[in-house]
Structures are given as structure tokens and as C-alpha cells.
């Protein structure tokens, strides 16, 4: 007695596809967690940015005061400038450090768009073991066609939508990067003006009092050292590039 066939299909096509959707979820899962330390870490080195930023503006807004009250005493112009010399330069460290996040981040999206990419072969490869197996499968029911039929649908809309938001988290990463390069860019000329104002203060001569104090020798020499440190970290910032930052002024 000739027994009739049995199509099990329907389970390997529903047992494929629940593998497919626990993959999926943990793919996004992963890309998440990847998004929240991306945005936790972007955020605090740009917070730090601000405050470098804020306290070069200051140290602006205290010399210009100083300079007015120690008009005729260049000596303790010079005292005060070599004080704001230096932190000056522990406030360019503290901007430039907070650079560094960047590259770090950059890493990250690196292994995110690798495990973007990884995630279209994968489904591939599942969707060919599918076609495989139901190449020996009984002719499937109407009610079974429709279903594969729907499925098939949805599958080909996901790529689109992938697509278009994907487009718009690189603008927007472009967008932001171009910001902070123009910050960066503020930054540098800000920080590279106040320098020179320091340095005019600091060579200023005190024509009344000849005998220099040793210890405002020393107190000059540091504050030298430390305007070269800024002009030092300051030139290493990254440059803006300017087409790239007119391109995207309209987004």
C-alpha cells in the first residue's frame, strides 16, 4: 500500500523564519547598544570641548580687564599674563584630548557597517538553504503560496526602508562632523590670538624698574613654554575642509 506524501515544508519554512527574526533582533539589538556608547562618549567629549572653549573666552575677557589695570606697570602685566600663559595651555590639553574620542568612534561605526553589511549575505544564505529545501517539497496549498507570497513582500520592502535610513544617519553624521571641525576651527584662532596677546604682554619693558627679579625670569621662561605648548596642540587640531563644510551648509 502506497502511502501518501507528507509535505513538511510548512514547518522548516516557519522554523527558518523564526531564526531569521531571532537573528535579526539581535543584530538590531547589538547595533543599539553600539548607537547609546556612540552618542555617551560623542557627548562627553564635546561637553568637555565647551568647557575648553569657555574658559579660553574667559581667560580673554580677564587679560583685556588686566591690561587696562596694569597699564603703567608692564611688570605685573607680565606677571598676570604668564599665569593665564598657563592656563591657557591646560585648557588647549583639555580640548585636545577630548579629540581623541573621535577616532574611537570611528572604529565603532567601522564594525557597525561591517555588521550591516554581513546581515544582507546572511539572509541570502538562508533564503537559498529555503529555496533548496523546498525544491523537494509536495506541491505547496493555495493558503501556503499566499503566505510565502505575502512574506515575500515584506522581505523586498525592508531593504528600502534600510536603505533610506541608513542615507539619512550618514547625513546627519556629516552634518555633525562638519560642526565640530568648525568648532575645532574657532577654537584654533581663538586660542592661537590669545597666545600673541601673551606674548606681547610677557616681551613688554618696564622702563622704571631695570632690575629684572629672577624669579619673573622663571615665571616667563614657564609661561614661553607653555604659549609653545598651545601653538603646538593647536596646530595638530584637524583642519575644517571647507567644501565639504559648504556642501552641507544646507542640511
Do not use: C, W
Not at 580677564?62 to 606677571?79: E, F, N, T, V
Not at 505575502?150 to 536603505?163: I, K, L, M, R, T
Not at 603646538?232 to 552641507?248: K, R, W
Amino acid at each position: 500500500m502506497k502511502l501518501p506524501a507528507t509535505s513538511t515544508g510548512a514547518p522548516a519554512n516557519a522554523a527558518s523564519s523564526k531564526q531569521e527574526e531571532m537573528a535579526a533582533r539581535k543584530l538590531q539589538q547589538a547595533k543599539d547598544a553600539v548607537a547609546t556608547l556612540k552618542t555617551i562618549k560623542t557627548k562627553t567629549s564635546d561637553d568637555q570641548k565647551a568647557r575648553a572653549a569657555q574658559k579660553v573666552q574667559e581667560l580673554k575677557a580677564r587679560l583685556q580687564a588686566l591690561k587696562m589695570i596694569y597699564a603703567g606697570d608692564p611688570k605685573k602685566l607680565a606677571r598676570a599674563a604668564a599665569q593665564i600663559a598657563r592656563e591657557l595651555a591646560a585648557a588647549v590639553k583639555s580640548y585636545t584630548s577630548a579629540g581623541g574620542s573621535r577616532v574611537e568612534l570611528g572604529g565603532v561605526e567601522a564594525g557597525d557597517a561591517s555588521a550591516s553589511a554581513a546581515a544582507p549575505a546572511g539572509d541570502a544564505k538562508a533564503e537559498g538553504a529555503g529555496a533548496g529545501a523546498g525544491a523537494g517539497e509536495a506541491t505547496p496549498t493555495a493558503e501556503t503560496a499566499e503566505k510565502d507570497k505575502v512574506a515575500a513582500e515584506g522581505d523586498a520592502s525592508q531593504p528600502e526602508a534600510a536603505s533610506s535610513a541608513a542615507t539619512k544617519q550618514a547625513d546627519e553624521k556629516r552634518a555633525a562632523d562638519a560642526a565640530r571641525a568648525n568648532a575645532d576651527d574657532d577654537f584654533r584662532n581663538e586660542a592661537r590670538a590669545l597666545a600673541r596677546e601673551l606674548k606681547a604682554a610677557l616681551r613688554r619693558k618696564d622702563h622704571k624698574h631695570r632690575d629684572e627679579d629672577p624669579r619673573d625670569g622663571s615665571d616667563k621662561r614657564s609661561a614661553e613654554q607653555a604659549l609653545a605648548a598651545v601653538e603646538q596642540a593647536v596646530g595638530a587640531l584637524p583642519m575644517a575642509d571647507v567644501a565639504a563644510v559648504g556642501a552641507l551648509a544646507g542640511i
